[in-house]
């Protein structure tokens, strides 16, 4: 395993359209395995190929002792609207609030090549929806109201809470094989 630089922005990678995974193979699995390394390197909720320079549609949230490896995601189902707080491993020292729906329901493949479904709501959908705009080469501060400037200690302290939030909110409704 080996750990990835995480683009920051203003690099081209993170504007650009991911492209579908055709088969998911050694690499693409040891692309997961990278990918997650670096997102615990970070302490980080969620992080998407482009991030970290691929532009495969691949995205991993770590919720807790719930892994979400995503390849070819795509959102099938939303429900309600709500607005978080977010920050980004790619947009160091600002957050801002985002509108997301609720509830979203995910369809995906996994590293073994078969296809899930995943419903989730409050944290996690917000968390979901950030990570696949990013394979549209979108970034929070895109949709973003409220973008604050936020220092290394106040970074920390928003990670802690989203942390306690996270724990708080157990929040996977369903998710099943397909
Ligand atoms: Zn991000």
């Known amino acids: ?45 969620g992080i998407a190929a482009p991030q970290i320079g691929k532009l495969k549609r691949i995205a991993i949230v770590s919720h807790d002792d719930e892994l979400f490896e995503m390849i070819n995601p795509e959102i099938v189902e939303t429900e309600g609207t ?7 491993l790619s947009v160091p020292g600002r957050c801002g609030d ?3 729906p609720f509830q979203i329901t995910v369809k995906a493949t996994d590293r073994n090549g078969e296809e899930y479904t995943v419903t989730v709501d409050d944290f996690l959908a917000s968390v979901f929806c950030h990570e696949l705009d990013h394979l549209d080469g979108v970034v929070f501060l895109d949709k973003a ?9 106040q970074m920390e302290e928003h990670r802690r809470n989203r942390r306690a939030r996270r724990r708080e909110k157990r929040a996977i409704v369903r998710r099943k094989h397909s």
Not at 11 to 33: C, H, Q
Not at 82 to 88: I, R
Not at 145 to 153: S, T
């Open 145 to 153: 109201a409220n973008i604050q400037m936020i220092n290394q200690e």
């Open 98 to 100: 985002v509108e997301r």
């Open 1 to 45: 395993m080996a750990l990835l630089q995480i683009r920051v922005e203003g690099d081209d990678m993170l504007k650009r359209k991911a492209k579908p995974v055709k088969e998911v193979t050694p690499d693409i699995i040891s692309l997961l395995d990278d990918m997650l390394e670096t997102l615990n390197s970070k302490d980080g909720v």
């Open 82 to 88: 709500q607005t978080s707080n977010e920050a980004c």
